[in-house]
């Protein structure tokens, strides 16, 4: 079991940046795979990144590819997620995830364990 909090979320405008974290309390957090999901208002929650165990291999939603990096830092317990360039249609609450899955498994069901959430706003 890994325990998940996220954290640096802001209000922005657009074409700022921002860099989320995702940091383990608890469990053997190098042995997941970690994504980020986010959920915008009356929407459903959708993927936005994931990565794998070993740092290689990594998965992108196509509307962030190029913008967003997913890295983590298996020594610190800590998952990031750097968003470029953001856009209005970004804002939503992101969530990070963990799961014994495939980092192209984009489906929230392949995730065991999430955190609570961090709010990004992207508005002029």
């Known amino acids: 079991q890994v325990q998940l909090a996220e954290s640096g979320g802001g209000l922005v405008r657009p074409g700022d940046s921002l860099r989320l974290s995702c940091t383990a309390s608890?469990?053997?957090?190098?042995?997941?795979?970690i994504a980020w999901f986010r959920q915008a208002p009356g929407k459903e929650r959708r993927f936005v990144a994931a990565i794998s165990r070993d740092t290689i291999r990594t998965h992108y939603f196509y509307a962030v590819q190029g913008r967003f990096t997913i890295s983590r830092d298996n020594a610190a317990n800590t998952a990031y997620l750097q968003m470029n360039n953001l856009k209005p249609e970004d804002t939503a609450l992101y969530y990070c995830?963990?799961?014994?899955?495939?980092?192209?498994?984009?489906?929230?069901?392949?995730?065991?364990?999430w955190g609570q959430g961090t709010q990004v706003t992207v508005s002029s």
């Open positions: 608890e469990g053997a957090f190098s042995g997941y795979v």
């Open positions: 995830a963990a799961g014994f899955t495939d980092p192209h498994n984009s489906n929230d069901y392949a995730y065991e364990y």
